[in-house]
C-alpha cells in the first residue's frame, strides 16, 4: 500500500479486518463494523451479517493456512472505500497454494462500515472447496 491512504481512519478498519482474518481471530470485529452492517459476497450473492461474518472468517482459517493479504491498492472517498488485495495461502486439506485477487467497497459511517461488498473470482473461490 502506497501514500498517505494507509493513515486514512477506513483504511485502518480495513487493516482490522485483515489482521482478524489472517489471525483466525475475529474478536475485533464489532468493533469495526457497524451492528447492523450488511456484508455481501460475490461467491454466493447473499448477504449477511457481522455474526456470520465473524464465523467465516474463522471457517476460512479451518482452510487456509499463512494467510496473507498482500498487494493492497487502496481508494479513500467520503463515505468509502476500496481495496484490492491478493490473499495467498495453504489450502489446509492438501498443502496446495492458494491464490485469490479481490475487491472490498465498504461504505463507512460514525467510523464503522456499514456495508462490505467483496468481489472474488468464482473459479478462484473455488480453490477453497477443493
Not at 451479517?49 to 464465523?55: A, Y
Not at 493479504?69 to 495467498?88: E, F, K
Amino acid at each position: 500500500m502506497q501514500g498517505s491512504a494507509k493513515d486514512h481512519e477506513y483504511v485502518k478498519l480495513l487493516d482490522r479486518i485483515i489482521a482478524a482474518a489472517e489471525a483466525g481471530d475475529p474478536s475485533d470485529i464489532d468493533n469495526v463494523y457497524a451492528p447492523d452492517a450488511v456484508i455481501w459476497h460475490s461467491h454466493d450473492g447473499k448477504e449477511s451479517t457481522v455474526e456470520q461474518n465473524k464465523k467465516l472468517l474463522v471457517a476460512i482459517d479451518r482452510i487456509i493456512a499463512d494467510r496473507v493479504y498482500d498487494d493492497r491498492r487502496v481508494w479513500v472517498w467520503d463515505g468509502g472505500v476500496a481495496q484490492t488485495h491478493t490473499l495467498r495461502g495453504t489450502r489446509r486439506s492438501d498443502g496446495a497454494p492458494i491464490e485469490l485477487h479481490a475487491i472490498v467497497v465498504c461504505q463507512v459511517s460514525d467510523g464503522r462500515i456499514t456495508r462490505l461488498d467483496e468481489y472474488i473470482d468464482p473459479e478462484e473461490s473455488a480453490q477453497m472447496r477443493r
